[in-house]
């Protein structure tokens, strides 16, 4: 038993001991557990067409399926860090499981959108509590430099898992049913469960006690006002009074949360922990990375389907080379992190980001497979060190008691990150586009009344033409301009997003390798 003050970290696995506590099999354990989050955050996308339509559902309740997901998940992620700390990682992990394969049973024999939109809030919490403690499992079970092999491993999982989401989800819409989107997660979570009972081994802190409550209200007000403020800005204005109040509310929140974590005897999110500069700045970058990638990438669905005219099914085949790339590329990233370190290897992957933002830039209105695949598969080797070296510089940076909060700050930066960058580059893009249409209507914009206007930029945010009752002479001249436009804001969107790589490039010169502890090693914590 470790003495007090300290904590020993326990091996992660027996040679002579069989599955139980294998190191790879817990991370393919925690990985198929993931993979559910990351589907789920992808391929309902691809379905909302179809649940509209069956469920009557309007645009603000379709778009409420993707919002109340990604809010519960933001909000929740670093308290449900903090309680797989508390009550162990394994025990929140296999909650976290039960609980997002429950729900989505539950979804899949909804009849109202109502219903469905509160069952993925549901969803969001549990998928919650697994991400982070799967972070924390990781780390217990790879010591020393085994964890980069891991996280490379894990990257590619993940990496494919997500980019698989649009061509699963296609597959599935199209050919059996919307609610097969969510059936899928049945027989997987069920296999994480019973993987999850018998391999992975408990991980948590000894020392803590309770639950800083006060902490958990505080910190959970302030994320939900910034993350519902990022969602709504779009169509309330970032100017409006009720962005501001949001943002405003945010703030006032964070620091009361800020002054009370230094008064707490066991504080919610130590801030102690950003007393090392790799954790801090490797938060920010987090944030940045998911600005640039989510940002950008939330508009070539729109591209691939409203204005090249693909089908869901076909636009996933497109991010084929992406996901192909990411499976490669992550485990190399893996390997380069534990040779050169995270800070040549982490600069190294955002320049070449950047470059394929850049090459994205320039796709044109007829992109062939080639076209776009070239820029996806430069991305997937650009991307894939960034996301191997954060859970080194975030998690491995801290002392092993803290694993699971750093685990939940680093899935919060990017889901905040990833909310910026979709909300910031979509204004940019809408701007754009604004002022790009009337050009290329030509004359026929002077006819066109305000109130019409604003629907066809509107609609032309989304890559679509809305043609119907026009003569094809007419027709074909708003077509053209819409998809021109569109075309001009999605190519301004990814030259931000490429300016923003470049940035964050220069910050992870600024990181450094995390201290990752050695078997049985005692590990001090003050």
Same mark, same amino acid.
């Given at each position: 038993m470790a003495e007090a003050g300290t904590m020993t970290a326990k091996t992660p696995s027996d040679p002579e001991g069989g599955a139980k506590g294998s190191p790879w099999l817990t991370l393919l354990a925690v990985s198929l557990g993931v993979i559910m989050v990351m589907l789920d955050g992808t391929v309902v996308g691809i379905a909302n067409p179809v649940i509209g339509a069956e469920l009557k559902a309007t645009l603000s309740d379709l778009q409420w399926v993707t919002s109340g997901y990604l809010l519960a998940l933001a909000v929740f992620l670093i308290t449900a860090g903090k309680l797989g700390d508390l009550f162990g990682h394994k025990r929140i992990f296999l909650i976290g499981v039960a609980g997002f394969t429950l729900t989505s049973l539950a979804i899949g024999f909804t009849t109202s959108i109502t219903q469905l939109i509160i069952l993925r809030v549901l969803q969001g919490l549990f998928g919650a509590l697994l991400q982070p403690a799967a972070l924390a499992l990781l780390r217990n079970a790879f010591p020393g430099p085994k964890l980069n092999q891991a996280m490379g491993a894990w990257g590619g999982i993940i990496g494919l898992s997500s980019a698989a989401g649009p061509i699963v989800g296609g597959l599935l819409v199209e050919n059996v049913s919307w609610q097969s989107v969510f059936f899928i997660n049945v027989p997987v979570g069920i296999i994480a469960l019973i993987m999850g009972v018998l391999i992975i081994n408990e991980s948590k802190t000894q020392l803590l006690s309770k639950v800083d409550w006060l902490g958990v209200v505080l910190l959970s007000g302030a994320m939900f006002s910034l993350v519902w403020s990022i969602i709504k800005a779009p169509e309330w204005g970032w100017g409006d009074t009720k962005t501001v109040g949001f943002l405003a509310a945010f703030a006032v929140l964070t620091a009361l949360f800020i002054f009370w974590q230094t008064k707490a005897r066991q504080p919610l999110v130590p801030l102690s922990i950003f007393k090392n500069p790799s954790v801090a700045i490797g938060t920010v970058l987090m944030m940045m990375v998911a600005f640039a990638m989510f940002g950008a990438m939330f508009f070539l669905g729109f591209f691939f389907q409203g204005v090249h005219g693909l089908t869901p099914l076909e636009a996933g085949v497109r991010m084929l080379? =992406?996901? !192909? %790339?990411?499976?490669?590329?992550?485990?190399?990233?893996?390997?380069?992190?534990?040779?050169?370190?995270?800070?040549?290897?982490?600069?190294?992957?955002? @320049?070449?980001? !950047?470059?394929? =933002?850049?090459?994205?830039?320039?796709?044109?209105?007829?992109?062939?497979?080639?076209?776009? %695949?070239?820029?996806?598969? /430069?991305?997937?080797?650009?991307?894939?060190?960034?996301? @191997?070296?954060?859970?080194?510089?975030? /998690?491995?940076? @801290?002392?092993?008691?803290?694993?699971? /909060?750093?685990?939940? @700050?680093?899935?919060?930066? *990017?889901?905040?990150?990833?909310?910026?960058?979709? #909300?910031?580059?979509?204004?940019? *893009? #809408?701007?754009?586009? !604004?002022?790009?249409l009337p050009g290329y209507l030509g004359p026929a914009a002077q006819a066109i009344p305000p109130a019409q206007m604003s629907q066809l930029e509107q609609a032309a945010a989304f890559g679509v033409a809305p043609t119907q009752g026009l003569t094809a002479q007419a027709a074909q001249v708003i077509t053209d301009a819409v998809h021109n436009s569109f075309m001009d804001g999605m190519h301004l969107a990814f030259l931000v997003s490429t300016g923003v790589a470049i940035l964050t490039a220069l910050l992870a010169l600024f990181v450094k390798r995390g201290a990752t502890p050695t078997e049985g090693a005692p590990i001090h914590v003050g």
């Amino acid at each position: 038993m470790a003495e007090a003050g300290t904590m020993t970290a326990k091996t992660p696995s027996d040679p002579e001991g069989g599955a139980k506590g294998s190191p790879w099999l817990t991370l393919l354990a925690v990985s198929l557990g993931v993979i559910m989050v990351m589907l789920d955050g992808t391929v309902v996308g691809i379905a909302n067409p179809v649940i509209g339509a069956e469920l009557k559902a309007t645009l603000s309740d379709l778009q409420w399926v993707t919002s109340g997901y990604l809010l519960a998940l933001a909000v929740f992620l670093i308290t449900a860090g903090k309680l797989g700390d508390l009550f162990g990682h394994k025990r929140i992990f296999l909650i976290g499981v039960a609980g997002f394969t429950l729900t989505s049973l539950a979804i899949g024999f909804t009849t109202s959108i109502t219903q469905l939109i509160i069952l993925r809030v549901l969803q969001g919490l549990f998928g919650a509590l697994l991400q982070p403690a799967a972070l924390a499992l990781l780390r217990n079970a790879f010591p020393g430099p085994k964890l980069n092999q891991a996280m490379g491993a894990w990257g590619g999982i993940i990496g494919l898992s997500s980019a698989a989401g649009p061509i699963v989800g296609g597959l599935l819409v199209e050919n059996v049913s919307w609610q097969s989107v969510f059936f899928i997660n049945v027989p997987v979570g069920i296999i994480a469960l019973i993987m999850g009972v018998l391999i992975i081994n408990e991980s948590k802190t000894q020392l803590l006690s309770k639950v800083d409550w006060l902490g958990v209200v505080l910190l959970s007000g302030a994320m939900f006002s910034l993350v519902w403020s990022i969602i709504k800005a779009p169509e309330w204005g970032w100017g409006d009074t009720k962005t501001v109040g949001f943002l405003a509310a945010f703030a006032v929140l964070t620091a009361l949360f800020i002054f009370w974590q230094t008064k707490a005897r066991q504080p919610l999110v130590p801030l102690s922990i950003f007393k090392n500069p790799s954790v801090a700045i490797g938060t920010v970058l987090m944030m940045m990375v998911a600005f640039a990638m989510f940002g950008a990438m939330f508009f070539l669905g729109f591209f691939f389907q409203g204005v090249h005219g693909l089908t869901p099914l076909e636009a996933g085949v497109r991010m084929l080379p =992406m996901s !192909a %790339g990411m499976i490669i590329a992550s485990p190399l990233a893996g390997i380069a992190i534990g040779r050169l370190g995270p800070k040549i290897t982490m600069a190294a992957g955002l @320049v070449i980001t !950047a470059l394929a =933002m850049f090459l994205m830039s320039r796709l044109g209105i007829e992109a062939s497979f080639v076209d776009s %695949g070239i820029p996806f598969l /430069v991305l997937a080797f650009g991307l894939s060190p960034v996301f @191997v070296g954060a859970t080194e510089i975030i /998690v491995g940076n @801290v002392e092993p008691q803290y694993a699971g /909060v750093a685990g939940g @700050v680093q899935q919060s930066a *990017m889901q905040i990150g990833g909310a910026l960058g979709t #909300a910031i580059l979509g204004a940019v *893009m #809408a701007g754009e586009i !604004a002022s790009r249409l009337p050009g290329y209507l030509g004359p026929a914009a002077q006819a066109i009344p305000p109130a019409q206007m604003s629907q066809l930029e509107q609609a032309a945010a989304f890559g679509v033409a809305p043609t119907q009752g026009l003569t094809a002479q007419a027709a074909q001249v708003i077509t053209d301009a819409v998809h021109n436009s569109f075309m001009d804001g999605m190519h301004l969107a990814f030259l931000v997003s490429t300016g923003v790589a470049i940035l964050t490039a220069l910050l992870a010169l600024f990181v450094k390798r995390g201290a990752t502890p050695t078997e049985g090693a005692p590990i001090h914590v003050g």
